[in-house]
């Protein structure tokens, strides 16, 4: 099946809110194109996964990342960002898959996925 990877790294308002909007409605299409939809967080939007307080934006980011989880998207983060910022149980009970970012990327690669980053 092919696959359209969606990589969100920055943490600006623009790019969290385009890019949990971008991947629901890529999982709305995905069965009918026959298209597998996966999520990557990495960087300085990971941070904003378990931040608090930070805003309405950020708030509706992390809703809107469980939401994707709850819906069978497969999303993830890095790990040893993860292990190093002592916030895996945190990311774990968000729905977040916790993986090396060097394997996601290479296995993106290997399955000639379509990456569309934010």
């Given at each position: 099946?092919?696959?359209?990877?969606?990589?969100?790294?920055?943490?600006?308002?623009?790019?969290?809110?385009?890019?949990?909007?971008?991947?629901e409605?890529?999982?709305?299409?995905?069965?009918?194109a026959?298209?597998e939809?996966?999520?990557?967080?990495?960087g300085?939007?990971?941070?904003?996964?378990?931040?608090r307080?930070?805003?309405?934006?950020?708030?509706?980011f992390?809703?809107?990342?469980?939401?994707?989880?709850?819906?069978?998207?497969?999303?993830?983060?890095?790990?040893?960002?993860?292990?190093?910022?002592?916030?895996?149980?945190?990311?774990l009970?968000r729905?977040?898959?916790?993986?090396?970012?060097?394997?996601?990327?290479?296995?993106?690669?290997?399955e000639?996925?379509?990456?569309?980053?934010?």
């Amino acid at each position: 099946m092919a696959k359209t990877a969606v990589f969100i790294f920055h943490d600006d308002d623009a790019s969290l809110r385009t890019g949990v909007a971008v991947s629901e409605r890529m999982r709305q299409g995905a069965p009918d194109a026959g298209v597998e939809v996966e999520v990557f967080v990495f960087g300085p939007a990971q941070a904003v996964l378990t931040a608090r307080d930070d805003g309405e934006i950020r708030e509706a980011f992390r809703e809107q990342i469980s939401e994707l989880a709850q819906r069978g998207v497969m999303i993830s983060a890095c790990i040893n960002v993860a292990r190093a910022n002592d916030v895996e149980a945190a990311l774990l009970e968000r729905g977040v898959r916790l993986d090396f970012a060097r394997d996601v990327f290479l296995r993106w690669g290997h399955e000639g996925a379509a990456v569309i980053s934010f």
